[in-house]
C-alpha cells in the first residue's frame, strides 16, 4: 500500500529544493539529474514523485490548496460559515499561504510579465481542484438561498469564481499595504459583490422579461 | 443597529464622495450670487446653510478620519449648525460591519491564531461600533470581555483623506494655508494616535489606574496578552449610553453623582496629569442606574504642553482683566491675537475673546455650578451664533487660538454637553486657580 503522508513528504522536500534553487539561480535548473545532482542525491528519486519540472510546478499551487483546505476543515468556525464566509475564509487562509513563498510568486509574475495570467499551464491543475471545490462553495449557496439557483447559468458561476481567484492573487502580489490589508479588503469586497451578481438580482427580472417576450413572440406568429 | 451599506474604502471612492460635495458647495454659491442678482437681500446665511448641508451629506457617507475632522471643524469653529452637529455625534454609533472570516484573519495576523483558540465563547458578529473599529463579546473562563477590533486600513487612508477635505476647510473657515496646515497637522497627529492600539492599550492601564481613586469611575481590566495592534480586550462593561439612560428616568441624585464623577475625572487630568482622554462623546461612557460611570475608550488623548497650559488657565482669574497689557500678553501666548494685529482688530477680537473665556469658565469660578442652567448654554450657543454672522470673524484670514485648544475646547465643549443633557449640579470650585 502507498503511503499517502511520506508520498506527500517526499514531494514538498523536493518542491522546497526546487524553489529555493530557482530563487537563487533565477531560473529552472538545467535538467532532473543535475538538480538532483546538486542534492547529491539520484534522478529516480526524483522521477518516484514527479515525472517532470512541469509536475513540480503544478504540485506547488496543489501543496497551497491543500494547507488551506487542511486549515479549514480543523476550523470550527468554518463549519457553521455560510457559503459566502466559507469562501472569504478560503481566500483569507490561502492569501496566508502564499505569503511564506512571496518571493517565488513575485518571480513566476516577474517571469510572465503582466502577472500570474489564468491560462498558464502550472495553474491548470489547482483550477481543477479549485472548481470542485468552489462547486461545493456554489450548491450550499444556492441551498442557503444566498444564490440564485438559474438554469445552465448557475453550473457557471464556479468558474467566475476562478476569475476572482485569479485575480486575488494579481492583487495580491501587486499589494504593497501594511501587513496586505488591502488585499483583505479586496476579498470582502469582490466576496460581496460575486455573492451580490449570483443572488436574485436585476438579471433575473431582465431573464424573467425576456422569456416572456420571447414566448409571447412566437404565439403571434403562430 | 443601523449600519451604512459600505465604507467608500478606496481613494478614488472617497475621492468621488468629496468632489461631490466640492460641485455642490460651487453649485450654492452659484444658486446665492443668481440670487443675489435678482433680490440683493438674499441672506449669506441661507448660502451657509445649503453648504453645510451638502458637506455633511458628503462627509457622512464617509467613515473614519474625513468624519472626524468634520467633527472638529464643526465644533471648534461653528461651522455647522447645531442640528448637523448631532447628526455627526450619532453618526459615530454606526458602522459598516467587518466580515466574521475578516475578524478571524485579523486575528491571525496579529495574534496568531483565530478567535476561538482564546475564547470560550466569541460572538460572530460586532456588537457594538467604535469609532474606527467594532466590538465583539467573548467570554472566557465565565468572565465576559469586549474585544475592539480595528478596521483594516485606516491608518493608510488618514493622510489622504484629510488631503481631501483640506480644500474645503480652507474655503469653509477662509483662513490661510499655513494656519490651516497647522491645524490639520494636530489633527492628522491625533488620529494617527488613534489608530494605535498599542499606545492606546498602554495609555488605558495608565490613565485608568491614575484615575482609579476617583470615586463613581469605573474602568475595565484590560489584557495585553489578547491585545495587539489591531486588537484590544477589556472586560466586558454594563450600563447604558447616555440617551438610553436619561429614557430612564435617573433621580437628580444619581444625575448629580455621575455629573461629579465625569467633572472629577477631567479636572484630575487636566490639572494633575496633564493630559486628558480628549473624546468626551456620548458613545465612550457607559451609565449605571447606581450612579457611575464607566469609561473603556482612551483612543484620543491630548497631551497638554506647559506653555499652552499656564496661559489658558490663567484666564480663568478675573483679576487678570483690570490689566488690558496682560490680558493681550495671554491673548498672544494662546495665539488668540498676532503681534501683526492692527489696532483696530485688537480693539474688535479682545472683547470678544473675553466675552467668551468669561462665559466658557464661569463653573470654575463657583463654588457649585448647575449644568442643567438652559440660560447658560443657551447663551453660549447664541454667542457662538452670532460670532458666525459676524463678517469680521468670517472673513479674518488669520488663524484665531493655538492649536492646542482645538482638542481642550473639544474636550469643554463635550463634557459640558453631557453635563448639560445630564442635568447635573457639580461641585466645581474645589480647585483655586
Known amino acids: 500500500m502507498v503511503d499517502i503522508g511520506h508520498l506527500r513528504m517526499e514531494k514538498v522536500t523536493i518542491l522546497e529544493k526546487y524553489i529555493q534553487f530557482q530563487l537563487e539561480h533565477g531560473k529552472q535548473p538545467e535538467s532532473v539529474y543535475l538538480f538532483m545532482k546538486q542534492l547529491k542525491k539520484k534522478d529516480a528519486d526524483f522521477f518516484a514523485v514527479f515525472s517532470s519540472f512541469e509536475a513540480v510546478d503544478a504540485f506547488f499551487w496543489e501543496h497551497l490548496f491543500h494547507n488551506t483546505q487542511a486549515k479549514l476543515e480543523a476550523d470550527k468556525q468554518y463549519q457553521q460559515f455560510g457559503s459566502s464566509e466559507k469562501l472569504s475564509a478560503f481566500y483569507f487562509l490561502w492569501t496566508q499561504e502564499l505569503l511564506a513563498h512571496r518571493s517565488y510568486l513575485l518571480m513566476l509574475a516577474k517571469h510572465s510579465g503582466k502577472g500570474i495570467m489564468p491560462t498558464e499551464k502550472y495553474l491548470q491543475h489547482f483550477r481543477h481542484l479549485f472548481l470542485d471545490y468552489a462547486a461545493g462553495i456554489v450548491a450550499s449557496g444556492i441551498e442557503e438561498k444566498q444564490i440564485a439557483d438559474r438554469k445552465f447559468i448557475s453550473d457557471q458561476f464556479r468558474h467566475g469564481l476562478w476569475a476572482q481567484t485569479v485575480f486575488l492573487l494579481n492583487f495580491w502580489i501587486k499589494d504593497t499595504s501594511n501587513d496586505f490589508e488591502d488585499t483583505d479588503a479586496a476579498i470582502e469586497k469582490t466576496v460581496r459583490l460575486i455573492y451580490k451578481l449570483m443572488g436574485e438580482n436585476i438579471f433575473d427580472e431582465m431573464l424573467d422579461l425576456g422569456k416572456f417576450i420571447f414566448q409571447r413572440s412566437k404565439k403571434s406568429f403562430s | ?159 489622504s483623506d484629510l488631503r481631501m477635505v483640506k480644500p474645503f476647510a480652507v474655503r469653509l473657515l477662509s483662513m490661510n494655508k499655513n494656519d490651516i496646515d497647522n491645524y490639520f497637522d494636530e489633527i492628522e ?83 494633575e496629569l496633564k493630559m486628558v482622554h480628549a473624546d468626551p462623546h456620548p458613545g465612550n461612557f457607559l451609565f449605571t442606574p447606581d450612579g457611575k460611570v464607566n469609561i473603556f475608550d482612551f483612543g484620543c488623548v491630548k497631551v497638554i504642553p506647559d506653555r499652552f497650559y499656564t496661559p489658558y488657565f490663567r484666564l480663568v482669574d478675573r483679576s487678570i482683566y483690570n490689566n488690558t497689557e496682560e490680558t493681550h500678553s495671554i491673548f498672544r501666548e494662546l495665539e488668540l491675537l498676532h503681534e501683526d494685529d492692527s489696532a483696530g482688530e485688537i480693539a474688535f477680537f479682545a472683547p470678544l475673546f473675553k466675552q467668551m473665556i468669561d462665559m466658557l469658565t464661569l463653573p470654575f469660578t463657583c463654588e457649585t455650578f448647575d449644568f442643567g442652567d438652559e440660560r447658560y448654554f443657551g447663551g453660549i450657543y447664541q454667542f457662538a451664533d452670532n460670532l458666525i454672522e459676524m463678517p469680521e470673524i468670517r472673513n479674518s484670514k488669520k488663524a484665531r487660538g493655538s492649536r492646542h485648544s482645538l482638542y481642550i475646547n473639544r474636550t469643554y465643549y463635550g463634557l459640558y454637553h453631557m453635563l448639560f443633557d445630564l442635568k447635573a449640579e457639580v461641585v466645581t470650585g474645589k480647585r483655586k486657580f
Open chain 2, 1 to 159: 443597529m443601523k449600519s451604512q451599506e459600505r465604507i467608500p474604502k478606496s481613494r478614488i471612492e472617497r475621492a468621488a464622495h468629496i468632489a461631490g460635495a466640492g460641485v455642490k458647495v460651487g453649485g450654492n454659491y452659484i444658486k446665492h450670487y443668481a440670487k443675489k442678482m435678482v433680490n440683493s437681500d438674499v441672506q449669506r446665511e441661507e448660502l451657509h446653510r445649503d453648504n453645510a448641508g451638502d458637506i455633511y451629506e458628503t462627509l457622512s457617507k464617509l467613515k473614519g478620519s474625513a468624519l472626524k475632522v468634520a467633527q472638529m471643524m464643526s465644533m471648534d469653529r461653528g461651522i455647522l449648525p447645531q442640528e448637523y452637529q448631532e447628526k455627526f455625534q450619532l453618526s459615530q454609533y454606526s458602522a459598516p460591519p467587518l466580515s466574521a472570516p475578516l475578524v478571524a484573519q485579523i486575528f491571525r495576523k496579529s495574534l496568531g491564531n483565530s478567535p476561538g483558540a482564546f475564547f470560550d465563547e466569541f460572538t460572530q458578529n460586532a456588537v457594538a461600533a467604535a469609532s474606527i473599529g467594532q466590538v465583539h463579546k467573548a467570554t472566557k473562563n465565565s468572565k465576559e470581555l469586549a474585544i475592539k477590533i480595528q478596521y483594516p486600513g485606516i491608518a493608510n487612508s488618514i493622510g
Open chain 2, 189 to 271: 497627529g491625533k488620529l494617527m494616535e488613534e489608530t494605535n492600539y498599542q499606545l492606546e492599550l498602554q495609555r488605558s492601564i495608565e490613565l485608568s489606574q491614575a484615575c482609579a481613586h476617583i470615586s463613581n469611575l469605573q474602568f475595565p481590566e484590560y489584557y495585553p496578552e489578547w491585545s495587539s495592534d489591531k486588537i484590544i480586550t477589556m472586560d466586558w462593561l454594563n450600563g447604558l449610553h447616555l440617551k438610553e439612560f436619561l429614557a430612564t428616568k435617573p433621580t437628580q441624585e444619581v444625575r448629580n453623582s455621575i455629573g461629579q464623577a465625569l467633572w472629577d475625572f477631567y479636572d484630575f487630568q487636566i490639572h
